[in-house]
């Protein structure tokens, strides 16, 4: 087999091909109050959520925006169509979705993946979701899977109401105002008391219209003593014009509960993404997140964790990769606020041909949380002399009943271990991937099966010449 070492031979094939543009119903551009409300005909909200999104849109039009991030000057409101609508009712069978849709989904794997592994899945195409199947076993133990149109219209509207951006009110910041006015699809999920959901569920977002945004909102609940991992993974055509994502996360896990969230974010090279996450954790219970960038022009993503309840447990493992033109601040956000509660943060962050990483951390110790534990590590790795990374750590402890740590590394690869590689019959590039790999194990090994081996194959491309 021929080596492949040239970027047109390896360049995101996967992701960067695109559908024309079939669509059902798209809205000019821009944000006004006349778009905001028909978004909210288009999705026949109830009146309660009319008003919450003009209500967002009013607290958008009154915030700043960051100022302590990487630059969004090439992002325009006034050119961005925030929904979008497919030629396509949500189906129930895989069959029964068109055929340029069901490619796509297609080619990115996501029929044979619930097939092989997954109890559930859910497809959005734009600003809809296409796809949403869930096993029958799963239905019986009382488990609800479904998008957010249905569960705001149909038997759980009460529950999304009590719910909805109440972990992420619109006041937190412009872009999380920005979701509460035109958010559209998502994945709602009801876990009940004492249920273990053996098998994954899992939601995929891909945007393919021009110029679009994509705003999905995800509401997890999982009850008392329930079990449950949910696995997201986005990508989008890389085109010429800035596109956005700004969806939005909210994770509620019960007394002695616990969840997994695994997301793989793999956006294209012009995409903006500026996603919003937040967990809340009763006593006793644990929120795992396992998050992979890998994607974007500019990323602001810090998953946040709320350890409401005595003992409550967090754990965060991120990986970030940034490439030639890439600019992605991440990182994660705890609050402990009650006694005996603990939190893990391991990073690692890799930056090749000029991309520019930027871990951010933040951990808070409210004055009741005694006999509270936290450690922090970020390790990050620089493949040549024109990128960068950054490490901006930030503790707020109030109380001195705590035990807190930080570990921070930032490195470049040894010539000595290339050199030893090399000694034993490596090419330099394969070296390098060897060494690159072997750092981000640790991460990797966390990814559900399927994108563990996407971030190993991922790694050793870049290595192979010279990948924009």
Request: glycine share 8%; net charge negative; aromatic share 8%.
């Amino acid at each position: 087999m021929e080596e492949k070492t040239y970027v047109d031979d390896i360049d995101r094939s996967l992701y960067d091909f695109r559908n024309e543009d079939k669509d059902a119903y798209r809205i000019q551009e821009g944000l006004t109050r006349e778009i905001v409300e028909k978004i909210s005909r288009e999705k026949h909200d109830p009146e309660w959520m009319l008003e919450f999104r003009l209500k967002s849109l009013d607290i958008y039009n009154k915030l700043q925006v960051p100022n302590w991030g990487p630059s969004i000057d090439g992002l325009n409101m006034d050119n961005i169509v925030t929904y979008v609508r497919p030629n396509t009712n949500m189906q129930g069978k895989w069959e029964d979705v068109p055929e340029d849709i069901k490619d796509t989904f297609d080619r990115l794997g996501i029929p044979q993946a619930e097939q092989s592994s997954l109890a559930g899945v859910g497809a959005q195409y734009d600003s809809e979701v296409v796809y949403h199947n869930v096993r029958k076993e799963v239905e019986e133990q009382g488990v609800i899977y479904t998008d957010m149109e249905s569960a705001l219209n149909g038997p759980y509207a009460e529950m999304v109401h009590e719910h909805f951006m109440k972990l992420v009110p619109p006041t937190d910041h412009k872009f999380a105002a920005l979701h509460g006015a035109v958010w559209s699809g998502g994945s709602f999920v009801y876990v009940p008391k004492g249920v273990s959901v053996a098998i994954p569920l899992q939601s995929y977002f891909r945007l393919n219209a021009k110029g679009a945004g994509q705003f999905e909102h995800t509401l997890i609940i999982v009850d008392e003593d329930a079990d449950l991992h949910f696995i997201e993974g986005c990508s989008a055509p890389k085109y010429n014009v800035a596109n956005l994502h700004a969806g939005c996360v909210e994770l509620f896990v019960g007394k002695n509960a616990r969840l997994r969230y695994s997301t793989i974010e793999n956006w294209s090279k012009n995409m903006y993404n500026l996603n919003t996450k937040r967990a809340q954790v009763e006593e006793g219970g644990k929120i795992e997140w396992v998050s992979g960038s890998f994607g974007s022009h500019v990323s602001y993503l810090y998953p946040m964790s709320v350890l409401k309840g005595r003992g409550a447990k967090m754990e965060f493992t991120g990986i970030t990769f940034a490439g030639k033109g890439q600019n992605l601040d991440t990182g994660a956000k705890v609050v402990h606020s009650a006694p005996d509660t603990s939190s893990y943060i391991n990073t690692k962050s890799i930056s090749k041909d000029g991309g520019i990483s930027t871990f951010r951390s933040s951990v808070s110790v409210t004055k009741a949380a005694k006999n509270t534990k936290s450690a922090v590590s970020c390790q990050s790795l620089m493949l040549d002399d024109i990128s960068r990374s950054d490490t901006i750590p930030a503790m707020d402890i109030r109380t001195k009943d705590a035990n807190i740590g930080h570990e921070a590394q930032i490195g470049s690869i040894s010539d000595e271990a290339v050199f030893y590689l090399m000694s034993r019959g490596m090419t330099e590039e394969d070296a390098r991937a060897c060494i690159v790999s072997g750092f981000a194990d640790d991460v990797s090994k966390e990814l559900p099966l399927e994108y563990a081996v996407e971030m190993n194959n991922l790694i050793r491309l870049e290595m192979k010449g010279s990948i924009g």
